[in-house]
């Protein structure tokens, strides 16, 4: 009985196929290509969308700024200026507090977001990672 499963067992061998490893990378390199094209798509979208949403948020800041005083107190600067340098501790601490900040803030984050997608959807490009779409060939 060990005889006949010790020859079962060696017959049994797994030989691979000579083209194999040639598959498995050619199946690598069409994943890697449908990453990056899939990530230029992601980045591309995502810049569209900062850009398209920054408008309405930069008219909401514009908006806020006149609504809050701060082009008021800001004017001083130009009109009074020595009435600002006697008392430029209160000024400041004035045109800090009129400041919308979650305005701001709204409106550098898309920013911030919209110049990282196009970073790197710039960088996608100049590697030309996406451009070509064939595969290996034996």
Do not use: C
Not at 63 to 80: K, P
Not at 101 to 118: A, C, G
Request: aromatic share 16%.
């Amino acid at each position: 009985m060990q005889a006949k499963l010790t020859k079962i067992f060696k017959k049994a061998k797994y030989q691979p196929s000579p083209d194999l490893a040639f598959s498995i990378l050619n199946k690598m390199v069409i994943h890697n290509k449908n990453m990056a094209k899939f990530k230029l798509w992601i980045g591309t979208f995502t810049g569209i969308a900062s850009l398209i949403t920054l408008i309405p948020v930069f008219q909401t800041l514009l908006t806020n700024l006149s609504h809050s005083g701060f082009y008021d107190y800001f004017s001083l600067i130009f009109s009074d200026s020595g009435l600002m340098f006697s008392y430029w501790k209160e000024f400041t601490l004035s045109l800090a507090e009129s400041l919308p900040m979650t305005s701001i803030i709204f409106t550098l984050s898309l920013v911030f977001i919209f110049l990282l997608s196009f970073r790197y959807v710039m960088k996608q490009i100049s590697r030309n990672q996406f451009i070509s779409f064939g595969t290996l060939s034996a």
